[in-house]
């Protein structure tokens, strides 16, 4: 049987698969997103989670319609070249992305079971990332087991493109109900610059005192021509942060947020400044709420003792 296959065919193979395996990618990390953010890890330490699917999404715009329109074209070249279908390239590429989608498979199902013996706890959404993978990646290996054994019909291949089609329009939506609209990533985005702002001024006010001996009567007393540190501002409205001296160990930054922001755990109140954080102890509480927050901070001696000048 003749199964030459020329140039054309050869890289409409390759895009095919080449845009299937993005997509598949794709779609599964945006899930694992939305089920990160709908159902958030506890830990002990500082997570400031900032959720983003812009990526994800824009891969599924571009590289999904690519697959259907490489696969539909690659049936039109089987239909009018039957022995294509036993070429090398064709089979090899199919074989490969059934053993990933089989390993896939395998590998979902033994950190379930590994989870359960284990006595961990199955939380939702860990539960929801295993049955989405087991989902996607056995979707996969029934399509292509079938298309292996060029057991798959015309009308049947159009009924698993619109199911594929219909999965990954409603994942992109989910994706946004739950993660938020662009403008709100955007949002999300600018609190998450502004909180690392904040961690960048206290740091630089904690070495201040280590170095003189008091706290900074204004950030403008921050600037360092030396070593080139610049105070940050807002990085939507360019306005300054706010500082304000609260005591001989005490100081107050604050800051316009967007949206609610949550830290969650590690929070270590300092014992003789109720309501404040001690810096140093473990982790510091940036959680906020939308609009002007303050963050009050007192700095442990102890911690940080001011250095002995020679």
């Known amino acids: 049987?003749?199964?030459?296959?020329?140039?054309?065919?050869?890289?409409?193979?390759?895009?095919?698969?080449?845009?299937?395996?993005?997509?598949?990618?794709?779609?599964?990390?945006?899930?694992?997103?939305?089920?990160?953010?709908?159902?958030?890890?506890?830990?002990?330490?500082?997570?400031?989670?900032?959720?983003?699917?812009?990526?994800?999404?824009?891969?599924?715009?571009?590289?999904?319609?690519?697959?259907?329109?490489?696969?539909?074209?690659?049936q039109k070249s089987y239909v009018a070249e039957p022995q294509l279908r036993e070429s090398l390239v064709r089979r090899w590429l199919a074989y490969i992305t059934l053993f990933i989608a089989g390993a896939v498979v395998a590998g979902d199902l033994i950190t379930l079971i590994y989870t359960y013996l284990d006595g961990q706890e199955l939380t939702t959404g860990f539960l929801l990332k295993v049955l989405a993978l087991l989902a996607i990646a056995g979707g996969v290996f029934i399509y292509y087991?079938?298309?292996?054994?060029?057991?798959?019909?015309?009308?049947?291949?159009?009924?698993?493109?619109?199911?594929?089609?219909?999965?990954?329009?409603?994942?992109?939506?989910?994706?946004?109900?739950?993660?938020?609209?662009?403008?709100?990533?955007?949002?999300?985005?600018?609190?998450?610059?502004?909180?690392?702002?904040?961690?960048?001024?206290?740091?630089?006010?904690?070495?201040?005192?280590?170095?003189?001996?008091?706290?900074?009567?204004?950030?403008?007393?921050?600037?360092?021509?030396?070593?080139?540190?610049?105070?940050?501002?807002?990085?939507?409205?360019?306005?300054s942060y706010e500082y304000k001296k609260t005591g001989n160990l005490g100081f107050e930054l604050c800051a316009t947020f967007n949206k609610e922001g949550f830290n969650g755990i590690g929070l270590m109140p300092h014992p003789s400044y109720p309501g404040t954080i001690a810096i140093g102890k473990d982790a510091e509480n940036w959680s906020h709420e939308a609009g002007r927050t303050c963050f009050d901070r007192i700095i442990d001696p102890e911690l940080y003792p001011v250095r002995s000048k020679i």
């Open 1 to 74: 049987m003749n199964t030459k296959m020329t140039a054309k065919n050869f890289f409409l193979h390759l895009g095919a698969i080449v845009t299937f395996y993005a997509s598949a990618i794709a779609l599964i990390t945006l899930l694992f997103e939305a089920i990160n953010f709908a159902y958030p890890k506890v830990t002990n330490a500082y997570q400031y989670y900032f959720p983003s699917i812009s990526f994800q999404v824009a891969t599924l715009i571009v590289a999904f319609p690519l697959f259907l329109l490489l696969s539909w074209l690659l």
């Open 145 to 239: 087991l079938r298309e292996i054994r060029n057991q798959i019909a015309s009308r049947e291949r159009n009924i698993w493109r619109i199911v594929a089609l219909v999965v990954v329009i409603g994942s992109i939506i989910l994706g946004f109900m739950v993660v938020g609209s662009p403008k709100a990533q955007r949002e999300r985005r600018y609190d998450n610059q502004r909180v690392q702002d904040l961690q960048s001024i206290q740091w630089q006010v904690v070495n201040y005192y280590q170095q003189k001996g008091t706290l900074p009567n204004s950030l403008e007393q921050l600037r360092d021509p030396i070593s080139g540190y610049m105070i940050p501002t807002d990085p939507k409205t360019e306005e």
